[in-house]
């Protein structure tokens, strides 16, 4: 157990819609990281956050949002889905900004 | 700028068989260098990092060397289990990069007994 919990486990939505991935950092980490991989196991890189305030970008689509709030949780919106936005999402979190621990993720199914 | 890559998959291996993965890597600065490990299911989890050259980081049998000479951090185990079966993601971290973390695609490893 890394101490890095994400909700919902399993999101099923429908094209068009808007979902909101949930992500609790570990106990005193102020760096949290958001990850898509896909289905072909690559692992990409979104955003970045550090005590609220956005670090570092990836390649996070313009329908993508994320924000992290001051008791550190993060939350990423993803709107307008489409069925390319199939996924496995992971957050992480740091305390060093060196070695992360990621959360189970949360498995996105678009319909 | 900063990359990682790693040898495609998947390798297929007999148990007790001897394991390398390579993982070359390009940074501008010093980076630290990292093994993570994707069992089915479940999110990544680190498996052994070094921070500078010719460190070696070690973890549950499984070695790997930093070698700035050649930017390579190649994982080795020499015995490998059934239970060993999982994708391997060698990453670095380069601090004058703002602390992002670069990910190579992933290797998967199928043991069989």
């Known amino acids: 157990d890394s101490g890095v919990t994400q909700t919902p486990k399993h999101l099923i939505t429908a094209t068009g819609q808007r979902v909101t991935l949930r992500c609790s950092p570990r106990s005193g980490d102020l760096s949290v990281y958001w990850y898509q991989q896909s289905l072909d196991q690559g692992l990409q890189f979104l955003i970045q956050y550090y005590n609220g305030e956005e670090r570092a970008k990836g390649n996070i689509l313009e329908r993508f949002s994320a924000q992290q709030f001051p008791d550190l949780h993060s939350e990423l919106n993803l709107s307008s889905l489409e069925l390319g936005d199939s996924a496995l999402y992971f957050c992480?979190?740091?305390?060093?900004?060196?070695?992360?621990?990621f959360g189970p993720g949360t498995r996105l199914t678009v319909l | 700028g900063n990359s990682v890559t790693q040898m495609e998959g998947p390798v297929t291996l007999s148990e007790e068989a001897f394991l390398t993965i390579n993982c070359t890597y390009t940074?501008?600065?010093?980076?630290?260098l990292f093994w993570y490990v994707q069992y089915p299911g479940e999110g990544l989890q680190l498996l052994l990092k070094a921070t500078k050259a010719d460190d070696k980081g070690s973890n549950k049998g499984f070695e790997a060397t930093y070698r700035k000479e050649t930017t390579s951090f190649h994982l080795e185990k020499g015995s490998v289990q059934v239970s060993d079966s999982a994708v391997y993601f060698c990453a670095l971290s380069d601090r004058t990069g703002g602390f992002k973390t670069i990910f190579g695609a992933g290797t998967r490893l199928f043991v069989k007994a």
């Open positions: 992480a979190s740091s305390s060093d900004g060196d070695t992360q621990y």
């Open positions: 940074a501008t600065g010093y980076p630290s």
